[in-house]
Each structure stands twice: as C-alpha cells, then as structure tokens.
T-cell receptor, first 112, second 113 residues
Framework: GQQVMQIPQYQHVQEGEDFTTYCNSS?????IQWYKQRPGGHPVFLIQ?????EVKKQKRLTFQFGEAKKNSSLHITATQTTDVGTYFC????????????FGAGTTVTVRA | SQTIHQWPATLVQPVGSPLSLECTVE??????LYWYRQAAGRGLQLLFY??????ISSEVPQNLSASRPQDRQFILSSKKLLLSDSGFYLC????????????FGPGTRLTVT
C-alpha cells in the first residue's frame, strides 16, 4: 500500500526559531492529515488537507499540500516549549474502511 | 460531544498470561473503530479495524485478536502474551461518513514481563 515518509526523524529547535517538517510520498495522495502526540500522550488530530496546493494555518502552524499532491509540510514559527512532541502525517486510502497509513513521525525537542 | 475511553491505563502482565483491553466510544453511532500499537519511540502500527458489529479485519498476523460485541465497544485480546506484545495500545474511531480524521483514546501501556 501507499506509504508516507517523514523527514527529519528528529528536530532539535531553539526556542523562538522556526522549523519545517516534511511528509513525502512516491504516489499521489488523496488527502493528508497531521497529528501531534505529546510525550506520554495520544495522537491528536490537527488538520486535513485535500486540495492541490492547499495551505491552512493554525496560529503558528502552517500546513501545506504540494501541487502534485505527493508531499506536505508543517512549518512552525517562533517555536515554544508547548510545541514539543511527535508530529505524524497520515494518508487515507479510498476504501470504505477509512484506514490511515501513518508516517514514522518527527520528534521535536525545544531548547529553552 | 463524542468521547472515547480505554482501560486499563497501564498493565503489567507476565508472559503467557491472557489479555483483554477495552475501548468504548460515546456520543456517536456506527463508528469505524481501530486498534493500533506503538512501540517505544516508534510510529503507529494498525492492528485491527472494524466497520461494524462483528466485523473485524486484521492488518498483521500476530498473537492478538479483536472483537466488537456492541456498536461502540472494541476489545483487544490475547490468550497468551509474548514479550514482544509490550507497547502502547491505542484505540481510535472515526465517523462512517466520508470522514478520515481519527480520534484516539488515552491508550493502554502494556508491559509484558
């Protein structure tokens, strides 16, 4: 089945700096979702992107879906300690079971 | 509003013992339900999913089984646990209406000793 690859695996960020994490696929995606998992917690849905070139913002987080719908990015500006966690992208197939295929995640740590 | 519950929150079991983890969803009907396992510091591995009562699909061959005795209840079981069954078990649901986003329960941390 389709798989999404996330890079980098780890991201160490100085508080206040910006960073971007990427999600790539070798095939065209029908949609892409992003989740955040805080240390010790469970994944929480952040956003879903469906349209080619779509850009959505949530405060300091900017999510983008590539024009070819083969990649996505999450950009965080002015990183805060609350941004610590693992960010997963996930893509859904077209079957009625609505299964998701998750990337391996980008684990973010913040230096105060 | 919808909520999802999992219990127990943590569990320590000896090798060879049985397992039963329960997940229930409130505030919705006919959800799709999913069981995932997450090894320490790793991604999410889909174990089972269910689109209706009594309908279970297995994603990977393993020592585990799942059942859905009621619309909003999903159970993960094992007859004999292995050391490799240790991990963080997450239940999730989504609406059965062209919705892909999944909502996760708080999870169960299982340690097999």
């Amino acid at each position: 089945g389709q798989q999404v690859m996330q890079i980098p695996q780890y991201q160490h960020v100085q508080e206040g700096e910006d960073f971007t994490t990427y999600c790539n696929s070798s095939t065209t995606l029908s949609n892409i979702q992003w989740y955040k998992q805080r240390p010790g917690g469970h994944p929480v849905f952040l956003i879903q992107l469906v349209k080619s070139g779509e850009v959505k913002k949530q405060k300091r987080l900017t999510f983008q879906f590539g024009e070819a719908k083969k990649n996505s990015s999450l950009h965080i500006t002015a990183t805060q300690t609350t941004d610590v966690g693992t960010y997963f992208c996930a893509q859904a197939g077209m079957s009625n079971d609505y299964k998701l295929s998750f990337g391996a995640g980008t684990t973010v740590t913040v230096r105060a | 509003s919808q909520t999802i519950h999992q219990w127990p929150a943590t569990l320590v079991q000896p090798v060879g013992s049985p397992l039963s983890l329960e997940c229930t969803v409130e505030g919705t009907s006919n959800p799709n339900l999913y069981w995932y396992r997450q090894a320490a510091g790793r991604g999410l591995q889909l174990l089972f999913y269910s689109v209706g009562i009594g309908q279970i699909s297995s994603e990977v061959p393993q020592n585990l089984s799942a059942s859905r005795p009621q619309d909003r209840q999903f159970i993960l079981s094992s007859k004999k646990l292995l050391l490799s069954d240790s991990g963080f078990y997450l239940c999730a649901w989504n609406r059965d209406t062209h919705s892909y986003e999944q909502y996760f329960g708080p999870g169960t941390r299982l340690t097999v000793t």
